[in-house]
């Protein structure tokens, strides 16, 4: 890179509540949050990355802020809402690291992103967000967001992310993603999202459908199968197996910051692969979505 790339990871940070943690109950996390600490980790002073939100007014949120500007993350570009507070979760894991999730997150200061406009992306070279980010906004925010981003000078990276429980139905989330994907530089899917909303068979034919959309930089995250290039010119590299699971919360957002930043160093698509899924198997066989 010529000069220092600005990129704006867009999304909802959280209150990480975890009962399998002694000692480490308590910490903030949130997909794009995840992935903006791991793509800052990685690429270190060469860019500048920083996450587009909206806190609360409150103690907590200025503890929330503090850890992500703790974690090397831009926080110039999150805003304060008045009244509203962050949203909340709270992780479980069954024997083999898989999480499940209770979300406390309706009403949260997120949600009210991009209300007044779209100052917040202003100067971004790259912009990644995902379809949790897209499910959290109202409907005419979350159209508008897209006219926005498909107007906009920027590289736009995106992961569908999909869940279900955070959207008004199948059919509203579908033809939003596909909007998402249509608009989209960089595609970092996982397969199984991929799977569920649009019933593709595989990741062949997921990536013929990303194709098809015009989408060919990027790729498919397939867990313990190693990640499929959405260039089907690309060879698939064999990786290396988990050794260890305990956690495989932001297994996914983790290889997205890898990956994202081996792209910005120009690194080529066979070692964007690898780096993105060495940096899940590390985050997979530690507790929390930020190790």
């Known amino acids: 890179m010529s000069k220092k790339t600005v990129i704006a990871c867009v999304g909802e940070a959280m209150v990480e509540l975890s009962f399998d943690r002694p000692g480490q109950q308590i910490s903030y ?10 793509l800052s980790r990685n690429i270190g002073a060469a860019a500048q990355v920083g996450f587009v939100s909206v806190l609360g007014g409150d ?21 304060r809402h008045p009244t509203r507070l962050p949203g909340l979760y709270a992780i479980a894991l069954d024997g083999a690291g898989e999480r499940s999730f209770s979300y406390w997150r309706d009403q949260s200061a997120a949600r009210t992103l991009f209300e007044d406009g779209f100052a917040q992306l202003e100067g971004a070279d790259l912009i990644y967000l995902s379809g949790i980010t897209l499910a959290i906004l109202p409907p005419s925010i979350r159209i508008a967001l897209l006219e926005h981003l498909a107007g906009h000078r920027a590289q736009i990276a995106f992961d569908s992310n999909y869940r279900p429980r955070l959207w008004e139905d199948v059919a509203t989330a579908k033809a939003t993603i596909e909007a998402a994907w249509r608009v989209a530089d960089i595609g970092l899917p996982s397969l199984d999202d991929e ?19 015009g989408l060919n930089e990027g790729a498919l995250k397939r867990g313990e199968q190693g990640p499929l290039p959405l260039d089907p010119n690309c060879a698939t590299p064999t990786v290396s197996a988990a050794e260890k699971i305990v956690d495989t919360t932001a297994a996914g957002d983790s290889f997205n910051g890898a990956w994202l ?7 080529s698509q066979t ?11 590390k985050v997979i066989a530690q507790p929390g979505a930020i190790i």
């Open 29 to 38: 996390a949130g997909d794009t949050l995840n992935t903006a600490v791991y």
């Open 261 to 267: 930043a081996a792209y910005l160093q120009g690194a």
């Open 59 to 79: 103690a907590v949120s200025d503890r929330m802020r503090g850890f992500i500007a703790a974690q090397g993350v831009d926080c110039a570009r999150i805003t």
């Open 195 to 213: 799977m569920a909303l649009f019933g593709d068979r595989d990741g062949a034919a997921v990536r013929a459908r990303l194709n098809g959309w």
């Open 271 to 281: 070692d964007r692969l690898l780096r993105g899924h060495a940096q899940a198997l």
